[in-house]
Each structure stands twice: as structure tokens, then as C-alpha cells.
């Protein structure tokens, strides 16, 4: 209701007007033990307390959680008559059952003001608090995703430096095993990967082997049974495909070898390639003899 011009306005009722105020506020006596005079109604709906239970007790009474450090806090604004912040805390305040119930973690940045008459003399104590739970909520998530990105970040740098140490272990016993052919398959069994031991076992460079099938090392009859095609399902269903069979260098001439097919699965379980091993079971002396028979054609 608004005052007529004719009205005289009544004194400011400032119990009221600081009650009222939207902060958390205590006012406190710079006393010994700093005697609660006053609180705000949103310190008193906050903390869920009652004036009553409040009003003339000690503040470290009231906060005894913080009783050493919120006195020494306050020991400081009465020495130096200035405010003082107090360190960040944390309280497990109850959550009013029309909320649900139970308790939640809040945390609280408190400050000590003086409050003093003309002649800068103390008068009063402000201990206000302010609700910061949401930005430490907020920085504690900022930090908590920095951390999983570090983690990420080292992760992912163990494992491509396990992946080129893997690839440098293999490429150095590939390399020097030279009666064995390692290599690569896809899915469909086309050469995808070719290293040093099988360009020196079967014949063929990379450039001249990658992409063409495997069945380019089978005999022509092995090809006519549709044999290459038929070891990679076995070893698809098997987990393997192991066999000692004869097979061919580029220059078409043949050597006893063992095969062995192992497949290679995704998550889903399917067959993403294959590895494939080609050990010469031939003594030099025997290769040389079969490439002479081959190009005789015996």
C-alpha cells in the first residue's frame, strides 16, 4: 500500500529490513564470545535452524564445526578493523523433506566484516556466508574432465608407442627370419602387408605382390578344389588353419611348406583379415633342386 502525500512516513523498522535481506548474515557483539544479536531469514531458511536456538549464544557455539578458526578470524577484524575471508568449507546440510529428504554436501565461502560508528570504532561483526556450491561443483567437473583428458592423452600415447614397439619387434624378426613369410591378409584373403622374409622366401616384391590373392601360392590343383578359399573358412570357424602343403616361389617353382591361417576379429566378432605364416620346410639344397624340377617341368 502506498503513502499519501499526506502521510508522514513511520521510522525504518532496520531489524526488519535486515532480516529481510537476501544474504546469509549473522550479527555478532565484539565481545569475548562474540554474542549473536541478529540473523537474516535466508541464513536461518539455509541452515534450517530457528532464531530462538540462535539469538544470544556464542558464534562458536553456534558454528562449532570451525570454532578455532572462525575465532581467530574474528580476533583479526577486532586487531585490525578490517574484513576478513575465511578459507572455503564444507557442510553435510539436511534437505528438507518436501525436497525429498535426506542430506546434500554444500560448501560456503564465510567473511568476518566490521561494522563501526563515525569514530571508526567497532560496533558490530558481520558474519556473512555465501553459497558456492555450485561453482566448486562446476571446477571439481572441469578438473575432473581435465584429469580424464590427461589420462586419455596417456593412454592413447601408451598405446601408439606399444603399437610402433610392436610394429619395430616385428618388422625386426620378420626380417631375419628368412625361411618364413609373414604377411597380411583381408577378409577376402587378397595380400594386404608384405615384409622382407617373404619377398626373400617366395619370390615377389611388394609392390608386385600386394592386392593379388593368396591363392597365387597354391598349386593349380589345390586352386580347382577352391582350396584357398576354403582354409579361410576353417580357419575363420576354428580359430586357425594349420597344414603342411607344397607351394609356389614366383618363378613357379614349388616347396614343401607349413601353413598356418589365423583370423582376425573386431569387436562384433567379425572377420576383419588374416594372418598368414609360410614356413619353407625345404633345405636350400632341396629349394634349388625343386626350382630345377619345376623348370624342367618334372
Not at 571446477?139 to 610402433?164: A, V, Y
Not at 626380417?175 to 615377389?204: C, H, P, Q, T
Not at 601353413?259 to 572377420?271: D, E, Q, R, S, Y
Request: aromatic share 8%; net charge neutral.
Amino acid at each position: 500500500m502506498l503513502l499519501s502525500q499526506k502521510e508522514k512516513p513511520c521510522p525504518p523498522d532496520f531489524s526488519a529490513l535486515f532480516e529481510a535481506m537476501p544474504g546469509m548474515y549473522l550479527v555478532l557483539l565484539p565481545c569475548n564470545d562474540f554474542t549473536v544479536i541478529a540473523a537474516s531469514d535466508s541464513y536461518i531458511k539455509n541452515t534450517q535452524s530457528k532464531r530462538t536456538h540462535i539469538i544470544g549464544k556464542s558464534v562458536t557455539d553456534v558454528l562449532p564445526d570451525h570454532k578455532e578458526r572462525l575465532n581467530e578470524s574474528l580476533q583479526r577484524v577486532i586487531t585490525y578493523g578490517k574484513p576478513h575471508a575465511m578459507e572455503l568449507q564444507k557442510h553435510t546440510m539436511p534437505v528438507p523433506a518436501t525436497e525429498g529428504g535426506g542430506a546434500e554436501i554444500r560448501y560456503y565461502e564465510p567473511m568476518n566484516i566490521p561494522v563501526c560508528d563515525k569514530n571508526q570504532k567497532i560496533m558490530y561483526v558481520m558474519h556473512r556466508v555465501t553459497d558456492v556450491t555450485d561453482k566448486v561443483l562446476f571446477k571439481e567437473k572441469q578438473m575432473q574432465q581435465l584429469e580424464w583428458s590427461k589420462r586419455l592423452e596417456t593412454t592413447e600415447k601408451q598405446q601408439m608407442r606399444s603399437i610402433r614397439d610392436g610394429e619395430t619387434l616385428f618388422r625386426h624378426l620378420t626380417r631375419n627370419l628368412l625361411n618364413y613369410a609373414i604377411f597380411m591378409l583381408d577378409e577376402d584373403g587378397s595380400i594386404v602387408s608384405w615384409n622382407e622374409g617373404a619377398e626373400k622366401l617366395m619370390g615377389y616384391t611388394a609392390e608386385e605382390i600386394v592386392g593379388k590373392h593368396v591363392a597365387v601360392f597354391y598349386m593349380d590343383e589345390e586352386i580347382g578344389n577352391d582350396d584357398p578359399r576354403d582354409n579361410l573358412k576353417v580357419a575363420a570357424a576354428n580359430g586357425h588353419y594349420q597344414a603342411e602343403r607344397w607351394r609356389l616361389h614366383k618363378d613357379r617353382s614349388r616347396f614343401r611348406a607349413k601353413v598356418i591361417l589365423t583370423p582376425l576379429f573386431n569387436t562384433a566378432g567379425k572377420v576383419t583379415g588374416y594372418t598368414s605364416i609360410i614356413q619353407s620346410l625345404s633345405k636350400p639344397d632341396q629349394y634349388e633342386t625343386n626350382r630345377s624340377l619345376s623348370t624342367l617341368n618334372i
